[in-house]
């Protein structure tokens, strides 16, 4: 399998949450995390679906990247809770 990036699908930020002076996507928490293939030719950029089949376009790129962290997860551990079961399933393949 090629690279692989994480992506973040955000939640909406919530107004109780959010500051007048922050900028929105400060409070804006992952609602799940996916598996992304490379996109063609950009071994730093993510393709444009998911392992699980969703578009990417609305995602945002994590830091995290499986290749730097030999031996962990594909995904940050803070964020074990909410990994895309069928992105998941896939990376253990």
């Not at 992506?7 to 609602?31: G, H, I, K």
């Not at 490379?38 to 830091?63: I, V």
């Not at 995290?64 to 031996?71: A, I, V």
Request: hydrophobic share 35%; with cysteine.
């Amino acid at each position: 399998m090629s690279e692989i990036v994480v992506v973040y699908e955000l939640d909406q930020p919530s107004a109780a949450r959010t500051s007048p002076d922050a900028s929105p996507d400060a409070e804006r928490l992952p609602r799940r995390v996916h598996a992304v293939p490379t996109a063609p030719g950009r071994p730093d950029a993510a393709g444009p679906r998911t392992l699980c089949g969703k578009d990417t376009f609305a995602m945002e790129s994590a830091r995290w990247r499986p290749s730097e962290h030999p031996g962990a997860r594909w995904y940050p551990a803070e964020y074990a809770s909410v990994v895309c079961p069928d992105c998941d399933a896939v990376m253990e393949i």
